[in-house]
């Protein structure tokens, strides 16, 4: 492979009975994959990836937890911030909104 060139797999074939659920899914395990392999070859990441990504079990998890660390103050706590936003997403899930464009 050239220098400079980066090469992903190829996505898994998707036919109509696939849903956004499990796309979601599909993108999900990838992003783990992905920060896996990083965490493994630069350890000075290792513990912000387990944190923000490896240690979620969704997409909506990761999410919440980045939000309300990223929100967060001395009187809004992240882990209420956490909470708010995995309701939201519960009863508003991700996969269920309108995509523009």
């Known amino acids: 492979m ?3 060139e980066l090469r ?3 996505p ?6 696939t849903t956004v659920d499990d796309e979601a899914g599909l993108v999900w395990a990838q992003i783990k994959t992905e920060a896996k392999r990083d965490a493994e070859s630069e350890p000075a990441l ?3 990836l387990y944190s923000t990504i490896l240690s979620h079990s969704s997409l909506e998890r990761s999410l919440a ?6 929100l967060c103050s ?7 911030l956490y909470d708010l ?10 996969s ?3 995509r523009c464009c």
């Open 2 to 4: 050239p220098a400079g």
């Open 8 to 10: 992903y797999p190829s």
């Open 12 to 17: 898994p074939p998707t036919n109509s009975t």
């Open 46 to 48: 290792a513990s912000y």
């Open 65 to 70: 937890f980045h939000l309300g660390n990223k």
């Open 74 to 80: 001395s009187t809004l706590l992240s882990t209420l």
């Open 85 to 94: 936003f995995l309701n939201t997403f519960h009863f508003r899930p991700l």
């Open 96 to 98: 269920s909104r309108r």
